[in-house]
């Protein structure tokens, strides 16, 4: 896709929106649904970040983020990225907050051969919630295969089963006035604790067991996040629309 460095301006946050350039809309953030505004545009909604060692080489990090949560068991192959988002990846090395580099997300079409574009990582021409989409690889991937934009890079965009645990219903019981029509129902009267605890270990509840998000998984050098003697990284990830 040829577009120059600077060719595409966003408005951008955390769980935010992206935009036209000129266009300004009110940023968001959320985590799996919890206002009626992300629920009804999962494809911003941004439920969990990782960052761990490679399990095959010592010198790689590998990046993980998902969005779009609460796609119901076996939806996972039909359930495709939002083509009018970027997600990215923002990485500070120098331990001031701000985003030195970034790694890019990008999707067209929809469907079983959704494309998928990959960026960075880069410096970004511009910082914080005003972000610019960055000139992608030449090579592009497929949803839900493995592929490998550049030799040191391998990346993976598509359906996983949703790795949090939370035993949603043992919350609602413990506060119940936070169960909304948007993500549950209280047990009972809203206003007074059915319970005072969590379970017992072993008893607990996984509510997100049936459910899959879709995730971005990044496998890169260290040294391409953290170049010369810088050994510490902060990571946040961004969707914009």
């Not at 301006?9 to 919890?34: E, F, N, Q, Y």
């Not at 909304?180 to 604790?193: C, L, M």
């Not at 990044?218 to 810088?230: D, M």
């Amino acid at each position: 896709m040829a577009l120059s460095r600077k060719q595409i301006l966003l408005l951008t946050a955390a769980g935010a929106a992206l935009i036209p350039a000129g266009l300004v809309m009110k940023a968001r953030g959320s985590d799996h649904a919890d206002t009626p505004a992300i629920a009804a545009q999962p494809g911003t909604d941004l439920t969990d970040v990782f960052i761990f060692p490679s399990p095959s080489d010592s010198t790689k990090v590998v990046l993980a983020m998902d969005v779009h949560p609460l796609i119901p068991g076996g939806g996972g192959s039909s359930t495709t990225f939002d083509p009018s988002v970027l997600y990215q990846f923002k990485i500070d090395n120098t331990g001031d907050n701000i985003e030195d580099l970034v790694i890019q997300a990008r999707f067209t079409g929809t469907g079983s051969t959704q494309q998928v574009m990959i960026a960075g990582p880069a410096k970004p021409d511009r910082t914080g919630t005003v972000t610019t989409a960055l000139q992608p690889y030449v090579t592009t991937g497929v949803i839900n295969h493995g592929f490998t934009p550049s030799p040191e890079i391998k990346v993976f965009a598509g359906a996983r089963e949703d790795p949090f645990f939370f035993d949603l219903n043992q919350f609602f019981t413990i506060f119940p006035d936070r169960a909304t029509p948007i993500n549950g129902v209280p047990v009972s009267n809203p206003n007074v604790p059915q319970a005072t605890s969590w379970r017992a270990p072993g008893a607990a509840q996984d509510f997100l067991a049936p459910y899959n998000v879709l995730s971005i998984v990044v496998e890169l050098p260290k040294a391409l996040l953290a170049p010369g003697t810088n050994k510490k990284i902060h990571v946040w990830c961004t969707t914009s629309k």
